[in-house]
Nanobody, 114 residues
C-alpha cells in the first residue's frame, strides 16, 4: 500500500485559485499513474484528473481548462492547480493511484463560496 497525504485545501471565493498537494510514502510512486478525485456531499467520488508515469494527463470535462495536474517524482509529490473555481467544485479532494487499488487518504476539503 502507498500511503498518501493530501493538503492545500481551504475556503476560497468563486473565481479564485488553490493548489493541492499530495505526498506519497513510497519511491515507487514514480512508476504509478496517479489521479485526483473528489467527493461532494451526497455524491459519489469522481475522477478529476490523472497523470501517467510518463506525464500524459487526462481531465474530467468539468475541469478542463481550469485545473492542471502535475507531479514531481523526485519529491514523491502530486499537485493539482485549480483556477477559476466554481461553487460546484466544492468537495473533499483525494489523490490516489489511478489504475490500481490502494487505500484512500483523508483528503483535503475545498470550499468555494459564491
Amino acid at each position: 500500500q502507498v500511503q498518501l497525504v493530501e493538503s492545500g485545501g481551504g475556503l476560497v471565493q468563486a473565481g479564485g485559485s488553490l493548489r493541492l498537494s499530495c505526498v506519497a510514502s513510497q519511491s515507487a510512486f514514480s512508476t504509478y499513474a496517479m489521479a485526483w478525485y473528489r467527493q461532494a456531499p451526497g455524491k459519489q467520488r469522481e475522477l478529476v484528473a490523472g497523470i501517467t508515469s510518463d506525464y500524459n494527463t487526462n481531465y474530467a470535462d468539468s475541469v478542463k481548462g481550469r485545473f492542471t495536474i502535475s507531479r514531481d517524482n523526485t519529491k514523491r509529490m502530486l499537485y493539482l492547480q485549480m483556477k477559476s473555481l466554481k461553487p460546484e467544485d466544492t468537495a473533499v479532494y483525494y489523490c490516489n493511484l489511478q489504475y490500481s487499488t490502494n487505500a484512500w487518504g483523508r483528503g483535503t476539503q475545498v470550499t468555494v463560496s459564491s
